[in-house]
């Protein structure tokens, strides 16, 4: 891991600002590129073979969303931001995938970074950054690789539900935050989830070796989740009190309802978080308490087998003058004497609830 964090950073070392840099391991073989271009009449959905075919949807009177998947076909993505006079800084941070959740404002257009969370087939959370431009009539966004969260907001355009098909662009950008902000509650329940399982295999008392390193996993992906979703909040929070005919007033309302729904989230990863460290500190007094159920059993065994040590071994002496040894019946009362004794030590144990 530590490895590949360093090749990562190490990319762009040396690069003059604006460089575009893909700091990746998602390489796709094809740029694949959707374009949904809308009105309340009609709705036009493609599949784009080549990204000049993209430049034709910059000036027209409906609301186009161009959705760009594979960050790794820099030069495609370069021409695409030359036609939409995309600063060199953007450029360069739309295919830099360790950005910060934030948002950049510029004359025309308006630039919004995000972090897309989803949980692979092992349940492990998988973060994905999106970009998005936008700007008078249109959305950009670029995606690391084909899969996202996007399903039904694109089932919502085609089939004309709700407002989509009636209002403009910053409505659009509006709809997709949404869509990854209503994600990130299905993230928080999976994480409940594992939270719920941990503490189960805990209090059993069936504590196995491994549980120690899946709770610090488990610590790392809620790291994780909150890098991603708290500086989101400032995000929404600017994009409320952004002056612009990109943002209409009736529009920042929705946003407000985002910034509602982090809040929520927020508050949910902070319960969370304390709970994990609740597990390891009930993980840590569990495996203390088994100790010490060890320990107290081989005291008590220990305080048993003692005073019979010590009457087994004054007769084991190799005295000549012993006067017991000649006793006829010396052996069975000493046998006797020690069970006795490990009886009456049996019973002051359990009457003081130490057994």
């Known amino acids: 891991m530590a490895k590949n964090r360093i090749k990562k950073h190490h990319k762009k070392l ?97 630039f919004v970074v995000v972090k897309m969370l989803y949980p692979d087939k092992d349940e492990t959370i998988i973060s994905e950054q999106i970009s998005f431009i936008l700007g008078k009539g249109y959305v950009l966004s670029f995606q690391e690789s084909e899969g996202d969260v996007f399903d039904a907001v694109r089932e919502r355009i085609r ?39 941990y503490e189960d295999r805990i209090f059993s008392g069936h504590v196995d070796k491994n549980i120690n390193k899946d709770i610090q996993d488990l610590k790392r992906e809620i790291l994780k989740i909150r890098r991603a979703i708290f500086p989101l909040r400032e995000v929404i929070n600017r994009i409320e009190k952004h002056e612009s005919t990109l943002i209409l007033k009736k529009t920042k309302t929705f946003y407000r309802d985002i910034y509602d729904h982090l809040i929520q989230v927020s508050e949910n990863i902070d319960i969370y978080r304390e709970m994990i460290w609740s597990l390891m500190d009930m993980y840590m007094t569990t495996i203390s308490n088994k100790m010490n159920e060890v320990m107290k059993v081989l ?24 006067p017991e040894l000649h006793y006829k019946y010396s052996y069975f009362i000493l046998w006797g004497v020690m069970i006795a004794m490990f009886l ?6 359990k009457r003081k609830k130490w057994l």
């Open 159 to 197: 089939q004309g539900k709700g407002r989509a098909r009636t209002m403009q662009a910053d409505y659009l950008l509006y709809i997709l935050m949404d869509a990854i902000v209503d994600h990130y509650f299905t993230i928080i329940e999976t994480l409940g989830d594992k939270i719920e399982d």
């Open 344 to 349: 009456g030590m049996l019973y002051y144990f």
């Open 14 to 110: 040396g690069k003059a600002p604006g460089s575009m840099i893909y700091t990746g391991n998602k390489s796709t073989k094809n740029l694949f590129v959707e374009v949904f271009d809308y009105n309340t009449e009609k709705c036009i959905e493609k599949e784009l073979s080549t990204i000049e075919e993209a430049f034709d949807f910059k000036h027209t009177d409906s609301v186009t969303w161009i959705n760009i998947n594979g960050l790794n076909h820099v030069e495609e993505i370069e021409k695409l931001g030359i036609h939409y006079d995309l600063h060199p800084l953007v450029l360069e941070d739309l295919v830099s995938i360790s950005q910060r959740p934030k948002i950049d404002e510029y004359d025309d257009y308006l």
């Open 299 to 322: 005291t008590i065994m220990a305080s048993i087998f003692i005073p019979l040590t010590f009457i087994a071994g004054i007769y084991g002496m190799n005295f000549d003058y012993i």
